[in-house]
């Protein structure tokens, strides 16, 4: 079975259980349709990953562009990198938001930039035909090592290293790919020789993740570094001084075939208001007790910036 027709299928069941919405929390999908048949020459299709914020980005994105009269069409969520990229280079999708540092290090598994300049330079280079990045933005969105506060009052731990000592009790939580990209437990194993006793898979930076975090099932675990859940649940991220997560910038990664100079002027124009606070702000908002339909939060800070 082709990659494109595997998508074809998850898209679909996606579809029909999100009620052939473009996101999470609802709405309709800007330019109306969900299927994976080719879209239309002149029509950019817009994936996104499985989590509130890529979703987030998409509708921004996608409703941006839209508003300048640029055909779009937004996918329902397709997953992880692991499947999105290959959708992407087979011509599935169009485009998607991506990040800086672990898009390299997926694309060149032995990148070793960490600084934002450094990273998005070594990314232009990298990224392969008929691919092509835009500008980055300023707001960044890390993955992160996260413990209770009492499970780091309890062992003192300030940084990933401190867990060193007692990896070997600690069971470690998060999605299933962290377990092989380059700077998950791979990562932490080689930059701080930390072994975990075992690793619970997860969602992507979800609720799952965060409810077990919260309620010992795993004693540290990844989640993104603009989760408001961090915050409200008191959890300590735990500093990483010797970079095993390098810079994540978020940035568009689409074809360059529908990379005009009017796209680009679009979606460069969205880069350049997105901030590291927006982003937190977005997710808090997304994740409110309302609930309300990401399209209509995307919308919402379109209007608030201007855009």
Request: glycine letters at 10%.
């Amino acid at each position: 079975m082709t990659l494109r027709r595997s998508l074809s299928l998850v898209a679909a069941g996606a579809a029909a259980v999100l009620g052939l919405t473009a996101c999470g929390g609802g709405g309709n999908p800007v330019g109306g349709g969900a299927s994976q048949a080719p879209a239309a020459g002149d029509t950019i299709r817009i994936g996104s990953a499985d989590f509130t914020e890529s979703q987030l980005l998409a509708q921004i994105y996608g409703q941006a562009l839209q508003a300048k009269g640029v055909q779009v069409e937004i996918t329902p969520p397709i997953g992880s990198r692991e499947v999105y990229y290959p959708a992407l280079t087979d011509g599935s999708i169009d485009m998607v938001p991506e990040y800086t540092g672990t898009l390299l290090q997926y694309i060149k598994k032995d990148a070793a930039e960490t600084e934002p300049d450094a990273v998005y330079t070594a990314l232009q280079t990298a990224v392969p035909a008929p691919l092509t990045v835009l500008d980055k933005a300023a707001a960044e969105d890390k993955d992160a090592v996260v413990v209770t506060q009492a499970f780091a009052q309890q062992n003192n731990l300030k940084s990933i290293a401190d867990l060193a000592p007692l990896a070997g009790t600690v069971t470690f939580g998060g999605p299933s790919e962290f377990q092989t990209r380059p700077d998950g437990i791979p990562g932490l194993q080689k930059t701080y020789g930390v072994t975990f006793k075992g690793y619970t898979a997860l969602d992507a930076g979800g609720p799952v993740t965060v409810k077990a975090l919260a309620d010992g099932q795993v004693q540290a675990a990844d989640l993104f570094t603009t989760d408001p859940a961090i915050e409200a649940n008191g959890f300590v991220v735990l500093e990483d001084p010797k970079s095993n997560f390098a810079a994540q910038n978020v940035v568009p990664l689409i074809n360059s075939a529908k990379a005009s100079d009017q796209v680009k002027q679009i979606l460069n124009a969205v880069q350049a208001k997105l901030t590291t606070e927006g982003l937190l702000e977005l997710n808090t908002t997304a994740n409110g007790a309302d609930k309300p339909n990401l399209d209509q939060v995307a919308k919402d800070w379109l209007a608030k910036n201007g855009v």
